[in-house]
């Protein structure tokens, strides 16, 4: 974030960098930060509508786009190894509950490794 913001709770900041110092500027507080979002998806339902706050319809433009990215950004690596007939892996990290694992990197790789805390 180049220009200010802010937060859920009310606070102002100039840039990304002034927050994230407030944020964690002390070991507690960094232990908060991480328990606050550990907390929140505890307490939202492990569906589709759940993670995305009631939109659990995938628009296909979301896909298209990605799909659009990642050729720009990994294609021809991704041709290559398809053509050597090596088999490719990648993490999908923050995968929430898989959406783009399954609309989008299963198609492109052999195994997809789905992170979350």
């Known amino acids: 974030m180049q220009s200010g913001g802010q937060d859920s709770d009310g606070n102002r900041y100039r840039n990304a960098g002034e927050m994230w110092e407030q944020e964690v500027a002390t070991p507690s507080a960094k232990d908060c930060w991480y328990t606050k979002g550990i907390d929140y998806w505890n307490k939202v339902d492990a569906t589709v509508d759940g993670v995305l706050g009631g939109f659990g319809r ?17 294609g021809e690596a991704i041709a290559r190894a398809k053509e050597e007939g090596r088999e490719l892996v990648v993490a999908d990290c923050g995968a929430g509950v898989g959406r783009i694992t399954k ?6 790789f052999t195994e997809v490794d789905v992170i979350e805390p």
């Open 58 to 74: 995938i628009s296909p433009n979301d896909l298209k786009h990605s799909n659009a990215f990642l050729q720009q950004v990994m």
């Open 103 to 108: 609309g989008l990197l299963s198609k492109h």
